[in-house]
């Protein structure tokens, strides 16, 4: 059980628009910034935006991170086969006194 | 180029040891704090645990404390996780992951590696 909830899964056509939500509570999202990893296994993972929104050089502006309260998300334009991968969103947890990941959203692009 | 390479995973006996390397390049390795985080078969990433620039903080998820110790040896670049007490459970893909500050003290792994396999299994 993840300390941060996200779908199992999303898809959508190419050129489509998805989004990918992640709830936490108080002591994690609440209070921290939220990250976004995409992941294809047997491949490194890699950040796709950081700082609930900030998105790194490389990641397409198609990329769009947001926070809100206790929950944030990441929406994807203009879906392209190249973003099917395994994505998740990750902060510190006060509480914890450690980073938390989300469960993972699976990305499929029909 | 810059890369971080892990290396040392494989095949362990239910308590049994191992331990992992990560070996960076092509950035100041002393300059970053770093970490491991796992990802089981069939399951999401975990964060494993985190060391500080020269070694002497570290914190570790709840789940591998008192049996994973993390250390770093910024002369020859390189990151370590030795694996103690391992369970099944442990079994995964570990990564190491550098860790990068931005302004106003928010933090996220902006590198990471192509991981290294470890099975735990009698």
């Known amino acids: 059980q993840s300390v941060l909830t996200q779908p199992p899964s999303a898809s959508g056509t190419p050129g489509q628009r998805v989004t990918i939500s992640c709830s936490g509570s108080?002591?994690?999202?609440?209070?921290?910034?939220v990250n976004w990893y995409q992941h294809l296994p047997g491949t490194a993972p890699k950040v796709v935006m950081y700082s609930n929104n900030q998105r790194p050089s490389g990641v397409p502006d198609r990329f769009f991170g947001s926070k809100s309260g206790t929950s944030a998300s990441l929406a994807i334009s203009g879906l392209q086969s190249e973003d099917e991968a395994d994505y998740y969103c990750?902060?510190?947890?006060?509480?914890?006194?450690?980073?938390?990941f989300g469960g993972g959203t699976e990305l499929t692009v029909l | 180029e810059v890369q971080l390479v892990e290396s040392g995973g494989g095949l362990v006996r239910p308590g049994g040891f191992l331990r992992l390397s990560c070996e960076a390049s092509?950035?100041?390795?002393?300059?970053?704090?770093m970490h491991w985080v796992r990802r089981a078969p069939g399951k999401g990433l975990l964060w494993v645990a985190r060391?500080?620039?020269?070694?002497?903080?570290?914190s570790y998820g709840d789940s591998v404390r008192g049996r994973f110790t993390i250390s770093r040896d910024n002369a020859k670049n390189t990151l370590y996780l030795l694996m103690k007490s391992l369970r099944v459970d442990d079994s995964g893909v570990y990564y190491c992951a550098r860790d990068r500050r931005v302004a106003g003290g928010a933090r996220h792994f902006d590198l990471w590696g192509q991981g290294t396999l470890v099975t735990v299994s009698s």
């Open positions: 108080g002591s994690n999202i609440g209070n921290n910034a």
């Open positions: 060391i500080n620039v020269d070694g002497s903080g570290t």
């Open positions: 092509g950035f100041p390795f002393s300059g970053h704090w």
């Open positions: 990750a902060t510190w947890d006060d509480s914890l006194n450690g980073w938390v």
